[in-house]
């Protein structure tokens, strides 16, 4: 199975309202972490990264937490907006293929 | 800055026959990636260009899918004879490294085999 997956299928938050979307992985060598958007006909687009050496960073509105100890990572979007509506996925680097491993997504709602 | 462009945007065909997918990735960008996406589920790869080498293709399903990039720029995708479980959203990506860092996507081709 896939080593990255994700705790909730959806999420429905209200406008303004802060958004965590969470992330597993199960590959302790992973040491780069990707999130990304995607929209309703759309590619993947990138959002913000993190490296296993790092525990937070921070972008515009989204922040990137990353707990190595239980293997857990999460994006806080701030303010959420109905244009964060979209499937987010997160995806790991690891192995000595260097490959990136996606997670199932988990769609997030922004109610008006 | 031009993105990852691909074409076309829908293909439909019928199981047994054969389809081809273009990818023109961003300029400069060495590294070219070919994933599947099946509905519901995450991007998986199928295959990874360095120029116009073949770095990484484990997961591509050689009896029936090939890729190239003869020019180390642009890239076809093709598949020959599709199967029914084909049907998915093949996205190109491209990245100017080559350690599956900060990929940047195409819209992707979404295909339907019937």
């Known amino acids: 199975g896939e080593s990255v997956g994700l705790h909730l299928p959806t999420l429905s938050v209200q406008e303004g309202d802060n958004s965590i979307i969470n992330c597993a992985y199960s590959?302790?060598?992973?040491?780069?972490f990707i999130w990304y958007k995607q929209e309703s006909g759309k590619g993947p687009q990138f959002i913000i990264d993190?490296?296993?050496?790092?525990d937070k960073r921070q972008g515009q509105r989204v922040t990137v937490l990353l707990n190595k100890t239980v293997k857990h990572l999460s994006l806080q979007i701030a303010a959420t907006q109905p244009g964060d509506s979209a499937v987010y996925f997160c995806a790991e680097n690891s192995g000595s293929a260097r490959q990136l491993t996606f997670g199932s997504g988990t769609q997030l709602t922004v109610l008006p | 800055e031009a993105g990852v462009a691909q074409s076309p945007r829908y293909k439909i065909i019928e199981k047994r026959q054969s389809v081809a997918f273009w990818c023109n990735p961003i300029s400069g960008h060495a590294t070219l990636y070919w994933y599947q996406q099946i509905l519901g589920q995450g991007p998986k790869l199928l295959i990874q260009f360095q120029n116009n080498g073949v770095v990484d293709d484990s997961q591509l399903p050689k009896d029936r899918f090939s890729a190239e990039r003869l020019k180390g720029v642009d890239s076809t995708l093709k598949i020959q004879p599709a199967k029914l479980e084909d049907s998915a959203v093949y996205l190109c990506?491209?990245?100017f490294g080559k350690g599956h860092e900060k990929l940047f996507f195409g819209s992707g081709t979404q295909l339907s085999v019937l």
């Open positions: 990506a491209s990245s």
């Open positions: 993190i490296r296993s050496n790092m």
């Open positions: 590959n302790s060598a992973s040491d780069y």
